[in-house]
């Protein structure tokens, strides 16, 4: 396998750190904001004699839970037509941001793919149950077409002898961001299995690590 140029190793791994360290500045610097704007709280409780590690506890803590009021709000409002307009402007911007644009095009792609269950032409078909990475050990995967292209399933069937094996793609997402990565697979029809999740509970399931229940709403 030849080796790739250092140049598209290097831009491999901005488009890996890039939106990873664009979320987390976005994230503490809501964070700082947020504590400091609740900085007369800290004062209030001070002077009902609470303790400075109980007071950074305290605003720590109601930080956190306005910047999870705050991504719910926008959740709500970007759901209805003026948000989505709102968002579409944005995206507009910042697409045409040298560097940064293409990037971030890719990103909301891969997100709006995933995460989008009413865009028709853009969601997951099925959640399936697929053996991997080991034997007997089992992942939630996506259906994305019912059939590899003609190369792929040529190739597949002169390796495996089968001239008439039928095979189906799927995306194996990662946890606990199935935005950022996972294995784009060709997997035979009869190893891929049912599942009772629609996509919009598989998703969650993934996003909370099978911790949340994906039947209860979130």
Known sequence: MPREPLRTRFF???????PLA???????ALVRFLGSTLAPVGTALRGYGFESDVIVVVLQAASLGILVVLILAIGTITRRQIGRRIVDRVDDFLVRIPGLGSVYQTARRMSDLVLDP??????FREVKLVEFPGQDTY??????????PDGVVSSARAITGDP??????????????????????H???????DVDLDVEEAVQYILTTGI??????L
């Open 118 to 123: 009413e865009d028709d032409g853009a969601q």
């Open 22 to 28: 664009v979320s987390a500045w976005v994230l503490l």
């Open 164 to 185: 008439d094996a039928a095979y189906r793609t799927l995306f194996l997402p990662m946890a606990p961001n199935p935005v950022m990565g996972g294995h784009l697979t």
């Open 187 to 193: 997997v035979p029809a009869e190893q891929v299995h």
């Open 139 to 148: 992942t939630l995967g996506f259906l994305t077409s019912e059939s590899p």
């Open 212 to 217: 949340v229940d994906s039947s209860a709403d």
């Open 12 to 18: 491999a791994g901005v488009a890996v750190l890039v």
